[in-house]
């Protein structure tokens, strides 16, 4: 079923959407976007206790994500498993399960979703494009998504 849908979406490639999904994979590199947000709250007397929060579950996730389940999982990437699907950015060089990018979003959204903050779906937006970008370009499953949504949401408990 994974390898499937990442080779059916795909088919829809376009040099104008690659270069959308790309920024969209890139501006989450390392967490940076998120990072960046909770380090601007962080300054901000009023906000300061959500920034925090942001940047505690984004370590909890990597933690959790890239320092344990990745290395113990070990799944390979789409584009090393199969021939057929076309890797659009350098090649990572973790392994697949769970998506870094996708756990730290979620682990964001989570925040703004379970406090009811105002900016909460246009944050879900940008978690899910993130999300979707690392399908379309080749380097997650399905599966590693799900499982990035499930880690990011968790590190709030």
């Not at 300061?48 to 390979?76: F, M």
């Not at 350098?90 to 900016?119: I, K, M, T």
């Amino acid at each position: 079923m994974d390898a499937p849908l990442v080779e059916f979406i795909q088919r829809f490639q376009s040099a104008s959407v690659n270069r959308i999904m790309i920024f969209f994979s890139e501006i989450n590199n390392i967490g940076l976007i998120w990072i960046i947000l909770s380090l601007i709250l962080i300054l901000k007397n009023e906000t300061r206790h959500l920034g925090i929060i942001i940047l505690l579950s984004l370590i909890v996730t990597s933690i959790l994500g890239e320092g344990i389940l990745k290395n113990i999982i070990k799944r390979p990437r789409p584009y090393i498993s199969y021939d057929n699907i076309k890797l659009l950015i350098p090649p990572p060089s973790s392994y697949s399960f769970p998506s870094g990018h996708v756990s730290s979003s979620f682990a964001v959204f989570g925040v703004f979703y379970f406090l009811n903050l105002r900016y909460k779906w246009p944050i879900f937006i940008v978690a899910f494009l993130i999300s979707f970008s690392r399908i379309y370009l080749g380097v997650h499953y399905l599966t590693d998504i799900l499982g990035g949504i499930i880690l990011g949401g968790g590190s709030l408990i």
